[in-house]
């Protein structure tokens, strides 16, 4: 049997819980090793060697060594593309296009909103850090118009790439689930109906399910 | 071959990165312009090829995508044999490739196109550049320009010995930059200066500008 992969960061980190997701989907086996980061353990030198940007998460399989969620996510579908769900990252070149597709919407669109209104609105408080309400206002102003997009979409296909369930979607589900579950703006999905009927179904796939079983175990 | 079409503009950065791919891999395509000024990228026909209202928007026969970085993708795996190999054979290769795309995307961009935007784009449409928005983003991209100066000098390329998607995708707002008061953050870094240098001076980057002179 392979050496588990390693996954740095803690579960409760967006981009960390993107790969567990992946991890989960693809039936990978994985270690998961905490960073600190309230002691700053993502900015130490050992770790700034394997991410240098000094962000969560980092990856490493043998002796292959990677950062950036998304990027991880591509490698591990690239390389178990026979384990697990077998269809997350497409099994042709055109269905691959449209994933990536949606992968880039998910990255330059729905990301920068959605991240800013998850730090705001769920981790500032948690930090003591004070929020700041135009910015709140801004990017729920533009990630409205992102799910305006999304509802056409998810009206026309029963997932964002297609009809099957794809690496696009599972993007999207740490950011969803924290402004869905811990602050009072899940209703941006929740009054969207085919918004609303896609995030019921992606989210409550076994896959993410462990994940925020593992998110509520506090590590 | 299907035939390859690109609706978008040539002032537009994430257009250009799939001329510059298109010059790369030596492929003949049909350029649309699309009318942004007149706010046609807003409506239909367009919101067909692209729901987000953004350009560009790419067709390959009856095969449509919108997303730069998913098209110059798709091209470059597509006609993998054509023209410059912009992709690494091999698992590891390849995830090293995705990293540095990745990185472009969400590391480098950001910062680099506001400040495009502040001393390019503003000017350009008679708008007044935000200085502060300037500082404040040439201190990101300063952050970033540090990691990238080692990354250079441990690897020719981003991702490795040859050019690639990576490197690529960084040209079109760079070569804006270069032009700013900006260019000094390159400037000071020398691998990073001598990358730019060297990404920037490809035949398919001064193919992509001539076509702002038709």
């Known amino acids: 049997m392979a050496t588990p992969v390693k996954v740095y960061g803690p579960p409760l980190s967006t981009a960390v ?42 990856f490493q399989d043998e002796e292959i060594s990677l950062f950036e969620s998304r990027a991880i996510c591509r490698y591990i579908c690239d390389k178990h593309a026979d384990k697990g769900n077998r269809g997350l990252y497409g099994t042709n070149p055109l269905v691959k296009a449209s994933i990536d597709q949606w992968l880039e919407a998910e990255g330059q669109n729905f990301n920068p909103p959605s991240s800013v209104l998850v730090f705001q609105l769920a981790f500032a408080p948690r ?29 026309e296909s029963r997932f964002l790439a297609g009809d099957e369930f794809s690496l696009a979607d599972l993007s999207h589900l740490p950011n969803t689930h924290y402004l869905v579950s811990v602050t009072d703006r899940g ?3 929740t009054s969207r109906k085919n918004v609303g009927r896609w995030w019921g179904e992606i989210s409550g796939r076994d896959s993410w399910k462990k994940v925020v079983e593992m998110q509520n175990q506090g590590s | 071959m299907a035939a390859i079409k690109v609706h978008g503009s040539v002032l537009s950065t994430a257009t ?9 891999k030596e492929l003949e395509f049909e350029f649309v312009p699309v009318d942004m000024k007149a ?29 730069s970085r998913a098209i110059s993708q798709y091209i470059a795996h597509e006609f993998s044999n054509k023209g410059t190999q912009l992709i690494y054979p091999g698992s590891k290769s390849m995830a090293t490739l995705a990293v540095w795309m990745e990185v472009e995307a969400h590391q480098y961009d950001p910062a680099a196109s506001k400040l495009a935007w502040e001393q390019f784009y503003k000017p350009l449409f008679g708008m007044v550049t935000d200085t502060a928005a300037v500082e404040e983003n040439e201190a990101k991209l300063t952050k970033v320009l540090d990691i990238y100066e ?64 038709q």
């Open chain 1, 17 to 58: 819980s993107r790969v567990l997701a992946c991890l989960l989907e693809k039936d990978v086996n994985f270690q998961l090793i905490s960073v600190n980061m309230s002691k700053g353990e993502h900015k130490a030198p050992d770790f700034l060697k394997i991410q240098p940007f000094g962000q969560v998460p980092a």
């Open chain 1, 127 to 155: 930090m003591k850090i004070k929020q700041d309400p135009a910015v709140i206002k801004q990017n729920e102003e533009k990630l409205g118009k992102v799910l305006d997009v999304y509802e056409k979409r998810l009206g």
């Open chain 1, 187 to 189: 209703e941006l999905f």
């Open chain 2, 16 to 24: 250009q990165r799939v001329l510059a791919c298109l010059y790369e």
């Open chain 2, 39 to 67: 706010g046609a990228h807003k409506q239909e026909p367009f919101l067909s090829l692209n729901p987000f209202g953004q350009v560009p928007a790419f067709e390959h026969g009856d095969f449509q995508l919108f997303e």
């Open chain 2, 150 to 213: 080692n990354r250079l000098s441990q690897s020719k390329y981003l991702a490795g010995d040859s050019f690639s998607l990576a490197d690529l995708h960084h040209i079109p707002v760079t070569q804006i930059l270069v032009g700013t008061q900006s260019k000094k953050l390159f400037e000071s870094r020398p691998h990073v200066s001598a990358w730019v240098a060297d990404i920037t001076a490809r035949p398919a980057c001064s193919k992509f500008l001539a076509m702002q002179k």
